[in-house]
């Protein structure tokens, strides 16, 4: 019974393997890896078929930045039962990976929140990748929704000590690149976590040299940055002009027109890549959200989302005009290549995880397999 769990074909009417369309083919895994793609005609014995009929399968989508889902914000309740609430809303919405986000806080709501995801990983739990932290590294005049009495400027000393104590969790730091210190950008790029420029007024040039020295990606494109102009084209310029820095965007509509989604994609092509920034709803605590139409204010100010990416991924399609399956990339691959899983996530390929997801056009549902 349990090698046969552990031998899985997969057929729908459609695969899309995160390069190619197929037809009439079958995913067979072994062991939660891709051993191989074939003709459904060559369906190996000894596996168990799962059809998933006018469904297409796609690789898993990755959220990486999301903060809170079904009430609990990570941020205030950070311990595995949130983070399980968080996986079960990203799994709904067709994200096998996330990473957990906490906004400009204490240094001491932090460290809880490293606390919960090492307990996670020690109980077993999967779907994690990591922590982003936002913050507090920002510039208070792009702080948007972040507490302006959190805000600082770092000094080496507790760079270190955050950087220390979240040793192999902390993946991904949002920060102002002109409130840091090169010497600090420098100790954060070697420690292997990701910076990621954003609540930032730099300027084009100040963006530009933060890409050389080690800025590997720009937070929620267009929100909370410098804006392109036509004498300064700003953090949002800079992103657009470099040819390697990535960005993720949040497709709602609300963060961003569809239309300016639809024109940053047509510069960036594949850096351009999508989270929600999802939130949830919350009454205590420093960062109280509150839902309003389809979107969160806190104070009054756009807070976060109430996207999933499965939602997210139909906006580009329906509302921004971008292929389903560069769509689809948007959601897993290129994610993938940011956190550098894209050897092994973000495409079915012999060899890759088997994450996939099954969507359903028709009604409408994303299915994580």
Not at 37 to 42: R, T
Request: charged share 20%; with cysteine; hydrophobic share 40%.
């Amino acid at each position: 019974m349990n090698a046969q769990l552990n031998k899985q074909v997969y057929t729908a009417d459609k695969i899309f393997t995160g390069e190619d369309w197929l037809t009439h083919h079958a995913i067979i895994t072994e062991a939660d890896t891709i051993k191989d793609i074939v003709s459904q005609s060559k369906i190996p014995s000894g596996f168990h078929v799962n059809h998933y009929g006018s469904s297409i399968i796609a690789p898993a989508f990755i959220d990486l930045q999301i903060y809170g889902a079904h009430g609990k914000l990570l941020s205030e309740y950070p311990n595995t039962d949130a983070l399980a609430d968080l996986i079960n809303y990203c799994r709904a919405g067709g994200a096998a990976y996330c990473m957990p986000t906490v906004a400009t806080n204490h240094y001491d709501v932090f460290k809880q929140a490293i606390d919960a995801i090492k307990e996670y990983w020690k109980q077993g739990g999967e779907g994690v990748l990591g922590i982003h932290l936002e913050g507090p590294w920002i510039n208070p005049v792009k702080r948007g929704a972040h507490i302006q009495s959190l805000v600082r400027s770092p000094s080496l000393t507790e760079v270190k000590e955050i950087l220390a104590y979240g040793k192999d969790v902390i993946k991904i730091i949002t920060l102002a690149p002109e409130q840091c210190s090169k010497e600090i950008m420098e100790y954060i790029r070697s420690a292997g976590v990701i910076i990621s420029a954003g609540h930032s007024n730099a300027t084009y040039q100040e963006a530009i040299e933060s890409f050389s020295s080690g800025v590997k990606a720009v937070t929620h494109l267009y929100n909370a940055m410098s804006p392109l102009q036509h004498r300064e084209p700003g953090l949002v310029g800079a992103s657009m002009d470099d040819d390697a820095v990535m960005a993720s965007i949040i497709p709602d509509g609300y963060h961003a027109d569809y239309a300016a989604v639809r024109i940053a994609k047509a510069v960036m092509k594949d850096r351009l890549f999508v989270i929600t920034d999802a939130v949830t709803q919350t009454a205590s605590g420093p960062y109280q959200h509150e839902l309003a139409d389809d979107k969160y204010v806190a104070a009054g100010i756009l807070s976060g989302s109430a996207l999933t990416m499965h939602k997210a991924m139909l906006n580009l399609v329906n509302y921004c005009k971008i292929e389903m399956g560069e769509a689809i990339r948007m959601c897993s691959l290129y994610p993938a290549r940011v956190v550098g899983l894209d050897h092994e996530l973000g495409k079915i390929q012999k060899g890759y995880r088997a994450q996939l997801v099954a969507i359903n056009q028709q009604h409408g549902t994303c299915t994580v397999l």
